[in-house]
Nanobody, 125 residues
Framework: QVQLVESGGGLVQAGGSLRLSCAAA????????MGWFRQAPGKEREFVAG????????DYGDSVKGRFTISRDNAKNTVYVQMNSLKPEDTAVYYC??????????????????WGQGTQVTVSS
């Protein structure tokens, strides 16, 4: 089992940067594929980024590719997403999620077993 707690959200102007962190508790973190998702009011949950258990493979949603970078530190049981060149349309609640590596498509929210409580990111124009 994995418990996840996100932090680092806040209010930022368009063009600015934020780094979100997700601290994990649980023995299986280092073997878990990790993902970041976001959900804006009235919209479906959207895949932002994913990273393999050892950080060797990453994937990004089309809307954030080239602006966001996901990374992890297994020694600290933490996964990060560095968000640069933020746009108002990036405004959402951002969620960290964990899954077993063989659970299916990374971009499918339903393939993730554990979720954090979310952190709000607001980008002003």
């Amino acid at each position: 089992q994995v418990q996840l707690v996100e932090s680092g959200g806040g209010l930022v102007q368009a063009g600015g940067s934020l780094r979100l962190s997700c601290a994990a508790a649980g023995r299986t973190f280092s073997s878990s594929t990790m993902g970041w998702f976001r959900q804006a009011p009235g919209k479906e949950r959207e895949f932002v980024a994913g990273i393999s258990w050892n950080g060797g493979v990453t994937d990004y949603g089309d809307s954030v590719k080239g602006r966001f970078t996901i990374s992890r530190d297994n020694a600290k049981n933490t996964v990060y997403v560095q968000m640069n060149s933020l746009k108002p349309e990036d405004t959402a609640v951002y969620y960290c999620a964990a899954r077993t590596p063989a659970a299916g498509a990374w971009r499918a929210a339903g393939s993730y077993m554990y979720w954090g409580q979310g952190t709000q990111v607001t980008v002003s124009s």
